[in-house]
């Protein structure tokens, strides 16, 4: 072992650590802290005031009641809370919007990204973020007056409530947010491999699908992930024009309510504050609460499962 | 058409009169006429920001990729005879017979097998029996095989960078290119990797021409048979290796060998 003898040091006051630059530096940290805490506490607070209120609610019906019966009367005489009758219009609507958005955003995105020339895509992008900016009561009046009357042109039975009319507009005001962060993504692909890709003769296309979509893919991932989000949560839409009623269907040309619409439909007025009823949309937001929340974690895995380096 | 040189080696390319223009009005090359000949190595030397990447890119048409880049002159390519710069002349084409390794690997985000057999399925080729032929052939052209045989399937990103690199050389080896365009592929690796992909270059030529872009003179002295000097987007001086390097017969290219500039 080797035992070396401290030497005898002072601190020269240049050298010495500066109060005032600490002070700064610790302050900006300070201030960093706090907006990150923000949104973690207003996060905790949503999730504390849905579950002490859904608590009372689970118990009066049974989690089991809950989660297996398929019918949701809240305000019939002989009362069911089964929640499967809101998510299977939640589950039917975001699969059809999804049918809708994800090959049309991310055809979007890839053209946009790798084959549109700059003023080509300085001229959509700005049209596709007006898309984004379209209040959703319009989508659903759209989806209503429009779009569900065109659909019964080519089947005639369709009622003029039905889950498929809002799922295919909730499907096109979700294609600006793929085509957005898929492009984003896409971009974000170093030109070398572009350049790799076409030296070794690849057309434009094969470079889009076999290297940048790969090489994007996490970016991509997220991109839906949002869009999942996006379309569980979206209520405007549904509840003009998929109908309020609970049905316990995944059959898209019926009416539906989902968890969103329910619980806009009791905010609205239907149900009396502090009863039973009332509790229930805390437990039905529970719920729409949870699902996101897995959604959101399948798609982290998945996003880490894909995540490339580059 | 078969072009000859005063010595008798065979030209594989040549570029005549070639002037390139950047889409922001850079001139970057001024008439620049060079021969590539085949089975011989080729070196370009010059300070940076002399035009030696432009020049080499042009020779896969990668200039294209960017809007408002112009040529002016011809690249032609032998036993062809045709201006590959030609608007006529599909740059695929091109590409499909004169590869690149870059400075940076690059390879792709697929599996070390994926990406040696891109350049394949980019031409149409699924037989999985050929694939397995072509790529264990480009692997071990690129001495890489011994290396990575046992683990094809695994992610090329989880290679060395010199192995990296040596994986870009099997991709671009894996469709027998005529001609192979390295622009300073050894500048981000280190002394023993550099090393090992200079070695391969040099068995290479058999099979292939090669241009080289380099800013280290020793390797350029190494390994090349002819070199060309540039200086300012203009060729000033071209010969053998030897030549070159013993006694130039431009007083600027003395200087920049020598040390005295650059
Ligand atoms: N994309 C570009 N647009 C405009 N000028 C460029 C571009 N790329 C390179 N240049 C210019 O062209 C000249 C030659 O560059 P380059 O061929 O990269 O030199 P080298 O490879 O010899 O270092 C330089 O003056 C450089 O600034
Ligand atoms: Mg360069």
Redesign the pocket.
Known sequence: MNIVSMQETTISPELAKKFSRNLIERLIEFGLLCSAAFAVLITTAIVYVLVSEAIPFFQHVSLYDFFTDTVWTPNYSIKHYGILALVSGTLTTTFIALFVAIPLGTITAIYLSEFASHKVRETIKPVLELLIGVPTVVFGYFALMMVTPLLQKIYPDLTTFNMLGPGIVMGIMIVPYIASVAEDSMRAVPMAMREGAYAMGATRFQTAIRVITPAAISGIVAAYILAISRAVGETMIVAIAAGQQPNFTFNPVESAATITSYIVSVALGDLEHGGIGYQSIFAAGLTLLLMTLSFNIVGHMARKKFAERY | MVAKNKHNEIIKAESRDLNFF???G?Q?LKNVSLPVYENKITALI?P????????LRSFNRMHDL?PGNRYDGQIILYPDNTNILDPKVDPIEVRMRISMVFQKPNPFPKSIYENVAYGLRVRGESNARVLDEKIEEALKGASLWDEVKDRLQDLAFNLSGGQQQRLCIARALATDPEIMLFDEPTSALDPIATVNIEELMSSLKDKLSILI?THNMQQAARISDYTAY?YL?ELVEHDKTGTIFTKPSKKETEDYITGKFG
């Open positions: 950047y889409a922001d850079t970057a010059g940076s920001g002399c035009g030696k990447s432009t020049f960017y872009v540039m987007g």
